[in-house]
């Protein structure tokens, strides 16, 4: 528990000490030039000369590890093994996005994921097939950093995370409470399992990594400017997620324009 707790003070340290820096920021525009103020203002990215050297580590780390590790993967793993593998990681998912479910209100859609839970955990041993969806009962996802942007909080300026990839303030503080708060993070840790709590995410991204493996090759190729694109990928699909798959193109009131002026970056 010790461990656990030094770790998620650590990791909040680092990401306050990293927005607090006046070094590596982007400057912005005049007022006077309305259309470069725009483009700076739509990307929401006052850090973009520090998101980029961090874009460029995960782009090595990439290369050498993640993206071998996922052709391995497919390579070796049969489609049944990596199904059931999936299976396994979005079932032990349900309870968090259950939990999410009801702290958006949506009492409808936790009955669905709680009921997906009860049913694979069981019927589909542990989670290892998925039963639910061939019942008709249908997986969807929920995560803590959906929940604030329903209870009206801002995404915040962009930022791109060492190893874990494309963010922003108000998804990176709801992955801290998914990691260390939802109820089979807090079991593993009751159990003292924290290595499995690991494993979990490891495993995801080795996922989701296989997953897109055609997808983000395309995208690179191209792409004119990669970290730009995968900005705008990620925003599109954070905006898509957070009103359940209905597109929203209206602009998001951002609660941290409140509190935070570009320039203080």
Known sequence: MRDVFSFRNIA????????????????????????????????????EPMNRAIFSFNQGFDEILLEPAARFYRQFGPPDLREG?????????????????????????AGTSISRFLINSTFGILGI????????IEYHSEDFGETFAVWGFGEGPYIMLPILGPSN?????????????????????????????????????????EEN?????????????FYATLRSA?????????????LDTTADDD????????EDF
């Not at 990401?15 to 990307?43: T, W």
């Not at 493996?213 to 400017?225: C, I, N, R, W």
């Not at 990620?234 to 209905?246: A, K, P, S, T």
Request: charged letters at 25%.
């Open 129 to 136: 097939f998925d039963p639910a969806t061939y019942w008709g």
């Open 234 to 246: 990620y925003r599109q699909n954070r905006n898509y997620d957070v009103n359940n798959g209905v």
């Open 169 to 209: 303030v108000r998804d990176f503080s709801g992955f801290m409470v998914d990691f260390f708060y939802d109820p089979v993070s807090l079991w593993l840790d009751h159990k003292g399992w924290t290595e499995v709590r690991y494993g979990r995410l490891a495993l995801r991204g080795l996922i989701y990594r």
């Open 213 to 225: 493996l055609e997808t983000l090759d395309d995208l690179g190729k191209s792409s004119t400017d």
């Open 12 to 47: 909040v340290v680092l990401i306050a000490s990293s927005l607090l820096l006046n070094a590596g920021c982007a400057k912005r525009p005049p007022d006077s030039d309305p259309q470069a103020l725009s483009v700076y203002l739509e990307a929401n990215d006052p850090l």
């Open 255 to 262: 609660l941290f324009d409140e509190d935070f002026d570009d």
């Open 85 to 109: 593998i999936s299976n396994f990681v979005n079932n032990w998912r349900e309870p968090v996005t259950f939990v999410n479910d009801i702290l958006q209100g949506e009492m409808s859609r």
